[in-house]
């Protein structure tokens, strides 16, 4: 049986709140947040710029709970400015038997990065 790489978790419509070039790199991601998406502190994450079109691939880092912080970082922050609307998204490796009951974990949020 054969592998598929599926769509685990994904933060839709999230607002920059800032960015932080002089940073090592990563995604800042209010705790709750994380939480919520099903995501790990430092696990991969594609993040596409809804306002710009850019895509780019870094790693999760941990906010402040409850700040709704939402902060490119190192690099990533030469991709986005503050006010971008985001897709964040994380994949996940299954087998064909259970991607066929597959559900990944979907966080809408607001233009205040609250959960709608």
């Not at 054969?2 to 769509?7: A, D, K």
């Not at 839709?12 to 800032?18: F, I, K, P, Q």
């Not at 070039?21 to 800042?28: F, M, P, R, V």
């Not at 038997?97 to 709608?116: F, H």
């Amino acid at each position: 049986m054969n592998n598929l790489i599926l769509l685990k978790s994904k933060i839709h419509n999230a607002v920059v709140t800032s960015t932080k070039l002089d940073y090592e790199g990563s995604i800042e991601i209010d705790r709750e947040l994380i939480q919520r998406a099903g995501l790990c502190v430092y696990e991969k994450v594609h993040v596409l710029n809804i306002s710009t079109g850019s895509r780019l691939e870094t790693y999760v880092i941990e906010g402040q709970a409850g700040s709704r912080e939402i902060s490119l970082n190192g690099a990533a922050a030469r991709l986005a400015q503050k006010g971008d609307r985001l897709i964040i998204l994380a994949y996940v490796v299954v087998t064909e038997a259970e991607a066929r009951n597959w559900r990944p974990t979907i966080v809408k949020l607001d233009e205040d990065n609250c959960p709608i």
